[in-house]
């Protein structure tokens, strides 16, 4: 079970490790309703006494909610319960409805182009892409010069996703649920292995508490807007589609 120093929310005394702590085990609770989730900073505000009282109301069985969170109090030992009912990442797998967003987010091409210009070629260039999202090495590229199936783009895709799907298994060590764990991997299959494994999204998700330069996941996540030095409008909508999908479970291209 986990542990707070003190009181967390209204009149409470609100120590950042707390608060951060009470919103990341209300972020994991499954609720009748869709709920946004709160973003994880030392700071109190309306939503988290809101989503306190919410809590104590459905799952407490408390007529009149305080939107308060003592230490041992029932609404804590309740919180951790609740939270616990989550899978953890790595029982879970990529969804269908992950792999049909990054489909469509990466679509379909079934001859080689550019991936900097969009630009079909005829001859290997750094950066020649084919099918869904497929980088081809140089020594691939005579498998692929003549373009390829959609059937063999299909078996591709999936051979391409085995490895980003792993890292997400095997790097995030605490308690998330199935459009986090999809989200994470659209994430990692764009910025890479190397990327996603030592990113401060990464260290953010296993520990809310990890020292980074960003105050929450969020803003961690979408300081992934650059390529090439210079932040992509491209980048900007394909960051916020799959923010859409971790805190909203919303699966839907931009």
Same mark, same amino acid.
């Given at each position: 079970?986990?542990?707070?120093?003190?009181?967390?929310?209204?009149?409470?005394?609100?120590?950042?490790?707390?608060?951060?702590?009470?919103?990341?085990?209300?972020?994991?609770?499954?609720?009748?309703?869709?709920?946004?989730?709160?973003?994880?900073?030392?700071?109190?505000?309306?939503?988290?006494?809101?989503?306190?009282?919410?809590?104590?109301?459905?799952?407490?069985?408390?007529?009149?909610?305080?939107? $308060?969170?003592?230490?041992?109090?029932?609404?804590?030992?309740?919180?951790?319960?609740?939270?616990?009912?989550?899978?953890?990442?790595?029982? $879970?797998?990529?969804?269908?409805?992950?792999?049909?967003? $990054?489909?469509?987010?990466? &679509?379909?091409?079934?001859?080689?182009?550019?991936?900097?210009?969009?630009?079909?070629?005829?001859?290997?260039?750094?950066?020649?892409?084919?099918?869904?999202?497929?980088?081809?090495?140089?020594?691939?590229?005579?498998?692929?010069?003549?373009?390829?199936?959609?059937?063999?783009?299909?078996?591709?895709?999936?051979?391409?996703? &085995?490895?980003?799907?792993?890292?997400?298994?095997?790097?995030?060590?605490?308690?998330?649920?199935?459009?986090?764990?999809?989200?994470?991997?659209?994430?990692?299959?764009?910025?890479?292995?190397?990327?996603?494994?030592?990113?401060?999204?990464?260290? $953010?998700?296993?520990?809310?508490?990890?020292?980074?330069?960003?105050?929450?996941?969020?803003?961690?996540?979408?300081?992934?807007?650059?390529?090439?030095?210079?932040?992509?409008?491209?980048?900007?909508?394909?960051? &916020?589609?799959?923010?859409?999908?971790?805190?909203?479970?919303?699966?839907?291209?931009?």
């Amino acid at each position: 079970m986990k542990k707070i120093n003190g009181s967390v929310g209204q009149k409470g005394t609100n120590v950042p490790s707390d608060v951060k702590l009470i919103k990341t085990l209300l972020n994991r609770v499954k609720y009748k309703s869709t709920e946004n989730k709160l973003i994880v900073t030392g700071q109190v505000g309306n939503n988290l006494i809101d989503r306190i009282k919410l809590f104590q109301k459905d799952f407490v069985k408390i007529n009149n909610p305080n939107g $308060l969170i003592e230490p041992g109090d029932k609404t804590f030992k309740k919180l951790n319960e609740s939270s616990d009912e989550v899978k953890i990442g790595t029982h $879970l797998t990529f969804s269908t409805k992950g792999i049909n967003l $990054l489909q469509d987010v990466e &679509q379909l091409e079934l001859k080689p182009y550019d991936d900097h210009t969009g630009e079909e070629v005829s001859e290997w260039v750094d950066g020649a892409t084919i099918g869904y999202g497929h980088y081809i090495l140089k020594n691939e590229w005579d498998l692929y010069k003549d373009g390829i199936t959609k059937i063999q783009s299909v078996a591709l895709f999936k051979k391409d996703l &085995q490895p980003f799907i792993t890292t997400v298994k095997t790097k995030v060590r605490s308690d998330i649920t199935q459009n986090e764990f999809d989200a994470l991997v659209i994430l990692a299959f764009n910025i890479g292995v190397g990327g996603f494994s030592s990113s401060s999204v990464l260290k $953010l998700v296993n520990s809310p508490l990890a020292n980074t330069p960003y105050q929450s996941i969020e803003d961690a996540w979408k300081a992934w807007n650059k390529s090439e030095g210079k932040i992509m409008n491209g980048l900007i909508k394909r960051r &916020q589609c799959e923010w859409d999908i971790y805190s909203k479970a919303v699966y839907k291209r931009w």
